[in-house]
């Protein structure tokens, strides 16, 4: 297995430097003493859903493709080494990011197969056969046409847990802030809210965040009991006040799930 | 094959950190294990009932279908699945503290990753650099092995594709693509001037542009360019302008509907396909009437499908850009408009079998519903039986007139273009 791979398998993404990382946190960084030492953090690139990456990266599903038809087999993510020179990230590379997107995915598979209920914020393994489980997990890793909408994850994962009711809004530097009447009901206990907006008229729709995309939502910030954040592309606006609903959702978490790195 | 785990050690402790490991192992082997035996969840026959050449397919996508690479990704998820176990726990310990210095998890390195690691930290990392540094902190001795940049190149997701996308997989080479003419280029070039690329007239003569260049690329909302709050606003204005079902006739009787709500005659594969979520309705739509015509959206979309959420507001618009009196897309159902790698075959006045007209003069197929009186038309062959592709001031025309001998002299050249427009 290339070295790289090996990294980016331990979570380390040096020169990925996904949002998470760019948005820096106290505990990422080196530092030259006596010896070298990186702090790196390590989260889900999608805090909120668990629809699963399927593509490749298109020089090696390609080559792949005219291999696979020759050999009658279906693969496309191969860690055996390349030779030196003619393969080298070419045509058998997986890519340090898409190999990070594939952890992820069968990482939230297990989760899902083995944790009790829709498998959020509980601790507790379920009870079933391994044989649903793993059908649980083949779920997650499938494709849209052939989903089980009957089990897990696919069954439950977007149901929201609560409705809200947005009464005013305004936008700057792309972070909308929404203030609730009465109060979102979203605790302080949690960091792994979510929230669909579902505003109503005007420019207070180039707020709504559509379902298509963001199935379970985008994460949000909460300020308040009648207050939350969340990211939302946009020219500034001022508070406008607006009507509407907002469906609350759960995801896997925010900064709780840091994973924090320490490389020596 | 062996398939035994080499499992890391977990730096987390307690009651439930400990249980979810022993689970996770055990599903883990237990996936690895029968494999073979649950071949039904990674292999099926297609959805669509068509028999696929009597071969099963992948219902996985396609980074997970080898036994090997699952195993391998399975053996790297448990530190962190188990770290998302630890903290929902919230006692004390690693995996809680978060003091620089007191990361729950050191990963161990070897020589080649720590190598690895300092170079992608950003050192000067030129060949010449490093040969050079190195021998001066090795008494001049060159290196014991070769030195050159192996940074992460960190993939480019933009490029990835779906390898189970059927051109793809094709082995036909490119159609031949002759260059555009400098009639062509001149009309795409003029539509971009103001004045002239008012109505979306330089939206169109991009598409145009693209079809005539055999680019099926979709065209999405960067496309657009600064055009797409106006097209949002137009669409969402014509939405606006009509209640579901809304007719608008001629004298003679003829009628468009201008938008009818399609929604529950498509199975949730379709829904996502189009990209539409559990709440949002799915519109077909035509802009052939006064509010389509106003908004300029009739020679642009001339029919499309317009997704909105639940309170009426428009997310997505999607359409193949093609012409009856040139190439249409031709796809395996509705809900495949707008995707990528459209299939092409004759628009209907170059169909082999003939043509009739309907009641609006349109082409349609010979013994169409709406045929009007018997007379069945060969394939056109000479542009001048092409209506309405003449008037050399009227951009729209001149577009028809281009598209029309582009397939009656150019080897039915002109390949329809996917617009998937999400507004979101």
């Not at chain 2, 933009?158 to 059927?166: E, G, H, I």
Request: hydrophobic share 30%.
């Amino acid at each position: 297995m290339k070295t790289s791979y090996s990294l980016t398998l331990k979570h380390f993404n040096g020169g990925v430097s996904p949002d998470f990382i760019q948005d820096s946190i106290p505990g990422v960084g080196v530092s030259i003493g006596s010896s070298l030492s990186v702090y790196d953090i390590h989260q889900f690139r999608d805090v909120m859903d668990v629809h699963a990456y399927g593509k490749i990266n298109s020089k090696t599903a390609k080559y792949n493709i005219l291999i696979n038809k020759l050999s009658g087999t279906e693969d496309y993510v191969h860690f055996d080494e390349e030779p030196v020179g003619i393969l080298t990230r070419g045509y058998l590379d997986i890519g340090e990011t898409q190999l990070a997107y594939y952890l992820e995915d069968v990482t939230k598979a297990m989760l899902l197969a083995i944790l009790d209920g829709n498998s959020k914020r509980t601790t507790t393994v379920g009870i079933g056969t391994s044989a649903t489980k793993r059908a649980i997990f083949y779920n997650t890793l499938c494709k849209d046409e052939f989903k089980d909408h009957t089990i897990k994850p696919w069954i439950d994962w977007s149901n929201s847990v609560g409705v809200c009711t947005p009464t005013s809004i305004s936008r700057n530097n792309n972070v909308a802030i929404v203030t609730t009447t009465p109060a979102h009901g979203m605790t302080t206990a949690y960091d792994d809210w979510g929230i669909v907006m579902n505003l109503n008229t005007g420019i207070a729709t180039s707020f709504n965040i559509s379902t298509s995309t963001h199935p379970n939502g985008v994460p949000v910030k909460i300020i308040d009991a009648n207050t939350f954040a969340y990211k939302n592309t946009g020219i500034n606006t001022s508070t406008t006040i607006v009507t509407g609903t907002a469906d609350i959702k759960v995801g896997w978490g925010g900064t709780s799930i840091n994973l924090h790195l320490y490389f020596t | 094959m062996s398939y035994n785990f080499d499992w890391p050690e977990i730096p987390f402790t307690g009651a439930e950190v400990e249980a979810f490991v022993d689970a996770y192992k055990g599903l883990a082997e237990s996936i690895i294990d029968e494999w073979d035996n649950d071949s039904y969840h990674i292999y099926s026959f297609p959805v669509d009932g068509s028999d696929n050449n009597g071969e099963t397919i992948s219902t996985l996508k396609a980074p997970f279908r080898k036994r090997e690479t699952i195993k391998i990704l399975l053996e790297y998820g448990l530190i962190y699945a188990a770290f998302i176990v630890k903290q929902r726990v919230g006692n004390s310990g690693p995996g809680t503290d978060f003091n620089l210095g007191n990361s729950p998890y050191t990963p161990p390195l070897t020589d080649d990753e720590k190598t690895n690691l300092i170079k992608s930290l950003g050192c000067i990392f030129t060949k010449e650099e490093m040969e050079d540094a190195y021998r001066k902190n090795n008494g001049g001795k060159p290196a014991p092995f070769p030195i050159g940049p192996e940074l992460f190149d960190n993939g480019n997701p933009s490029d990835d594709v779906d390898p189970d996308n059927q051109q793809l997989r094709d082995d036909d080479p490119p159609e031949n693509c002759p260059d555009k003419n400098a009639r062509e280029n001149f009309y795409l070039g003029l539509a971009n001037i103001p004045v002239f690329s008012s109505c979306y007239r330089d939206i169109k003569a991009k598409l145009l542009d693209r079809y005539l260049s055999c680019n099926s690329n979709v065209f999405t909302k960067n496309d657009l360019g600064s055009k797409s709050d106006s097209l949002k606003n137009g669409l969402q204005e014509f939405m606006d302008n009509y209640s579901e079902g809304q007719k608008q006739c001629n004298l003679r009787g003829q009628c468009v509907t201008h938008k009818t709500n399609i929604t529950n005659s498509l199975t949730l594969a379709q829904k996502t396909r189009m990209g539409a979520g559990p709440t949002d309705i799915i519109w077909q739509t035509s802009f052939y009437g006064s509010a389509g015509q106003r908004l300029c959206l009739h020679t642009l979309f001339g029919t499309a499908i317009v997704i909105t959420n639940s309170s009426g507001t428009v997310l997505r618009v999607i359409d193949d850009f093609d012409f009856v009196y040139g190439n249409v897309s031709d796809r395996p159902d509705i809900s495949y408009t707008g995707q990528a790698n459209p299939g092409k075959k004759p628009g209907q006045y170059f169909d082999p079998a003939g043509y009739q007209l309907d009641g609006d003069g349109n082409p349609v197929p010979v013994g169409h519903p709406t045929a009007v009186g018997a007379t069945v038309y060969p394939p056109v062959t000479n542009l001048n039986d092409l209506p309405n592709n003449q008037n050399a001031w009227d951009p729209t025309e001149i577009g028809r007139n281009i598209v029309g001998s582009n397939y009656i002299n150019g080897n039915g050249k002109g390949q329809p273009v996917p617009i998937n427009i999400n507004f979101e």
